[in-house]
């Protein structure tokens, strides 16, 4: 388990580090969904297919996932505050770069690089704002720093989508280069000096989940969902918008729907997943798959359209804490190596997701995009119905 810092700091301030944490999580989520809410803008404004802008979304996951065991196992003695500054700092000047980008391939560089530093944080992250409470409010902070992925989803996504209608997709990531900036100046006021904990060298790293059954169980059942989830929902605009003629105020508005449920599945399972990690996972993956469903079979209604769309929040925010409660239970005692490994299944299964959606929509329709979504998260259902609860 993460220790604790010595000297002890006083609540307000503890919590209020968590607090920065979660902002920062919300920046960084934010950054790496944005293109979902733009595709259609962004592939228009530089001349490209959609297919081909869902690549903003691939090549940042591909960056975030393969680039992490190394840069953690790298900066293991770098104090971790300083660490998150210098990630922030990356975001900050990546976000500019691709608002003011003259071309395509330059924005792809800019997400490439930004990629790398999401990566870096979601192995450090966590651990982070459980180190600034006592111990036995540790699964608290890490609840409520996770909670900075439905906030991401319920404000910062539709935000960035109705921003792009009042002016150009290029402000939006203008508007979020300032933000990056906001919370790198808010982590150098707040959070204190953090030197690095349990992390382990390279190929230590790698070696984990040849080591470890319950984590190489838990990657398995986490880069199936992850890759069924991002081939849907990366296009879940222009799927709205071939269905049923869904305007992009009406795409905004199920945005904020979708981040609304992620807020409610993270919160009720906060109170399931101390209890029954596997079985709160099992519950909430079998409503992703119910929900894809529901959104091929009624989503061309309005109201089909809400309902698919609430239900896919919900599952995915409770799936999200229950897949890091999980990772954390199986190697305690070296959690940022086995959240590099985590980072990579799972990040990298954001690209290969979004890639394999692309090329479902790019040539079969974005309908297929979704069904391949549902085919992937029943399979990760499957294993975890399938594997039996270790000690």
Known sequence: MTTLIDPPRSALRSWLGVAVITASLFTFVTTELMPVGLLTPVSASLGISVGAAGLMVTLYGVSAGLGVPFIVAWTRRVNRRALLSAL???????????????????????????????????????????????????????????????????????????LESLSDWRTTFLIWSGLSAL?????????????????????????????NARLRLVMVTVVLYVLGHFAAYTFVRPFLEQ?????????????????????????????????????????????????????????????????????????FGAMNL??????????????????????????????????????FADHLGVTAAVWSGVALTAASLLVALGVRRTA
Request: aromatic share 6%; charged share 5%.
């Open 88 to 162: 922030l700092a990356v975001l900050a000047l990546g976000n500019l770069i691709t608002a003011v980008s003259p071309n395509y391939p330059l924005v792809l560089a800019a997400r490439l690089a930004m990629g790398f530093a999401n990566g870096v944080f979601w192995a450090i992250g966590v651990s982070m704002a459980m180190r600034l409470v006592p111990e036995r409010h540790a699964s608290r902070a890490s609840a409520i720093a996770l909670s900075g992925i439905s906030i991401a989803t319920v404000a910062g996504i539709p935000l960035g989508t109705f």
């Open 183 to 211: 919370v790198l100046v808010a982590v150098a006021a707040v959070i204190p000096s953090l030197p690095s904990e349990n992390a382990v060298p390279v190929r230590e790293v790698f070696a984990l989940p040849a080591v």
């Open 243 to 315: 269905t049923s003629s869904a305007t992009p105020a009406f795409v905004a508005g199920l945005l904020i729907v979708y981040g609304v449920g992620g807020a409610a599945g993270n919160f009720l399972a906060g109170y399931t997943v101390t209890r029954s990690p596997r079985g709160s996972f099992v519950v909430a993956c079998a409503g992703l798959v119910i929900s894809l469903l529901l959104l091929l079979t009624i989503g061309h209604s309005p109201v089909g359209a809400i309902v698919s769309l609430a239900l896919w929040g919900v599952s």
């Open 322 to 359: 229950c897949q890091i409660t999980m990772t954390l239970a199986a190697a305690p005692g070296t959690f940022e190596a086995a959240m590099s490994i985590n980072t990579l299944g799972y990040n990298t299964s954001i690209a290969l997701g979004a890639l394999a959606g692309g090329l």
